[in-house]
């Protein structure tokens, strides 16, 4: 069993940064996949970004590829979603997720079993 909570969503303006972080609980952390989705009023959740369980891989989304970068500290269980010059279309509650049927191109949700309550990101332009 993995617990996940993310934390860092605030409100920003359009151009901004932000840091979110996923801190995990469970042995198991460090043997899976980490990915980050997001989940916008009335949209299905999409996948953002994903990192292999070492660290060593990344996947991106086309719509964020160049402007978020995701990281992990297995030593610390945890995980981040640095996001540069944000957009109003980035708004969305962001969520973190883990699994062992997941790899780091896995962009289904059903693809992961382990999720945290999600962290909400404004973005006003």
């Known amino acids: 069993q993995v617990q996940l909570v993310e934390s860092g969503g605030r409100s920003v303006q359009a151009g901004g940064s932000l840091r979110l972080s996923c801190a995990a609980s469970?042995?198991?952390?460090?043997?899976?996949?980490v990915a980050w989705f997001r989940q916008a009023p009335g949209m299905e959740r999409e996948f953002v970004a994903g990192?292999?369980?070492?660290?060593?891989?990344?996947y991106y989304a086309d719509s964020v590829r160049g402007r978020f970068s995701i990281s992990r500290d297995n030593s610390k269980n945890t995980a981040s979603l640095q996001m540069f010059s944000l957009k109003s279309e980035d708004t969305a509650v962001y969520y973190c997720?883990?699994?062992?049927?997941?790899?780091?191109?896995?962009?289904?949700?059903?693809?992961?079993?382990?999720w945290g309550q999600g962290t909400q990101v404004t973005v006003s332009s």
């Open positions: 469970g042995r198991a952390f460090g043997d899976y996949p």
């Open positions: 990192i292999s369980w070492s660290g060593g891989v990344s």
């Open positions: 997720a883990t699994g062992g049927r997941a790899a780091v191109t896995s962009t289904r949700p059903e693809r992961y079993d382990y």
